[in-house]
T-cell receptor, first 113, second 112 residues
């Protein structure tokens, strides 16, 4: 298995633009998580899905952020409009359950200028 | 807010020494305590995990010590190597299917 695949690896965009981050989880994993990592705030859980259904989105910063999981093999995190304070590394992770831990992707480094 | 407090923020150890990273949690309902290792440019990767029914778990040079009454757990890296230089995160989870709560991370540097 290729692991959790995220795209793009790097994204530079101007303030106000829409940004879409993509994630392909490991096949057979029922859970999908979106995290944001910054030096100041560490790893923050934004939202997670179980069997494609959003379970907890309490970490989503504000209405500018939205996430979807239309099927078991694909998820998107969208920021519209983007702001400089959204600059961070965004990680997607998937899991088959607690006993198996999380498998993280390599992340998307987002820079909003 | 469920919290996991991690210390120290950074750690420098000589090659061959012991690295010790500590975490404390608040929620007594947590029943799963993993440690993740992150190298620059990569996502965190599961290193070792423990459940509260045991006080210690060892895998190679890595050991988790768990103190249920104190609500604390720690990672010990024996014979630390330069290749262990990374950021380490402790985490806690309440039950299967719930979300992991991560500590703030410890940046470990092992000097040759």
């Amino acid at each position: 298995d290729a692991g959790v695949i995220q795209s793009p690896r790097h994204e530079v965009t101007e303030m106000g633009q829409e940004v879409t981050l993509r994630c392909k989880p490991i096949s057979g994993h029922d859970y999908l998580f979106w995290y944001r990592q910054t030096m100041m705030r560490g790893l923050e859980l934004l939202i997670y899905f179980n069997n494609n259904v959003p379970i907890d989105d309490s970490g989503m910063p504000e209405d500018r952020f939205s996430a979807k999981m239309p099927n078991a093999s694909f998820s998107t995190l969208k920021i519209q409009p983007s702001e400089p304070r959204d600059s961070a590394v965004y990680f997607c992770a998937s899991s088959a359950g607690q006993a198996y831990g999380y498998t993280f992707g390599s992340g998307t480094r987002l820079t909003v200028v | 807010q469920q919290q996991v407090k991690q210390s120290p923020q950074s750690l420098i150890v000589q090659k061959g020494g012991i690295s010790i990273i500590n975490c404390a949690y608040e929620n007594t309902a947590f029943d799963y305590f993993p440690w993740y290792q992150q190298f620059p440019g990569k996502g965190p990767a599961l290193l070792i995990a423990i459940r509260p029914d045991v006080s210690e778990k060892k895998e190679g040079r890595f050991t988790i010590s768990f103190n249920k009454s104190a609500k604390q757990f720690s990672l010990h890296i024996m014979d630390s190597q330069p290749g262990d230089s990374a950021t380490y995160f402790c985490a806690s989870e309440r039950n299967s299917g719930d979300k992991l709560t991560f500590g703030t991370g410890t940046r470990l540097a092992v000097r040759p």
